[in-house]
């Protein structure tokens, strides 16, 4: 897989200079630092460790350190079957992460409940929390986690600096309960 390098951002060019947005900046320092939570609970998990493996490398992008802690990352990757009951915990992860913070639901069951359509699990992690990106998969190939990082990587890029502070934004967290 051919990964680009950082992007220039739109910006105007002198002489020993160059001129860009501060929001432009943040999204290009933000995108090329983004600390991962891997919240893993059953087989997904398994293949997020194969991706951060040798062979398929999460590291290539060089900012895939990886925290254990919510209070020192800013994406939660969540993957595996989530139960009912850890709906809360999830929730409790995700509200101790400071913004900006973004979310990935790796495979079926964190993005939909996957094949267990029974009462003991969520039907998807955005039943409790709101979700930026889905990777789809039963599990998802490695090459595809690295896509939904990927996927983050953009849209942090492109996030708009007041977006969170944003009426959409707080009306977002009212409507799971967060703030
Ligand atoms: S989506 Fe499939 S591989 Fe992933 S946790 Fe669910 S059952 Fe396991």
Redesign the pocket.
């Known amino acids: 897989m051919n990964i680009k390098k950082a992007e220039i951002p739109e910006s105007y060019f002198g002489e020993g200079y160059q001129l860009t947005s501060v929001e432009k900046a943040l999204g290009l320092a933000r995108a090329n630092s983004v600390w991962p939570l891997p919240f893993a609970?059953?087989?997904?998990?398994i293949?997020f460790m194969a991706t951060m493996g040798t062979n398929y490398d999460l590291a290539r992008f060089g900012m895939e350190r990886l925290s254990f802690s919510p209070r020192q990352a800013d994406l939660l990757m969540v993957?595996?079957?989530i139960a009912k009951k850890m709906g809360p915990i999830l929730k409790q992860v995700y509200t101790q992460m400071a913004e900006p913070k973004w979310v990935i639901a790796?495979?079926?069951?964190?993005s939909s409940g996957?094949?267990?359509d029974t009462y003991s699990v969520l039907q998807g992690i955005d039943k409790v929390i709101p979700v930026d990106v889905y990777v789809p998969?039963?599990?998802?190939r490695p090459e595809q986690i690295i896509d939904g990082v990927m996927k983050i990587q953009e849209l942090v890029r492109n996030e708009p600096y007041r977006r969170r502070y944003s009426p959409e934004y707080q009306h977002l967290l009212e409507k799971y309960q967060i703030g």
């Open positions: 609970t059953s087989c997904c998990g293949e993957m595996g079957t790796v495979g079926a069951c964190a996957g094949i267990f998969g039963c599990p998802p």
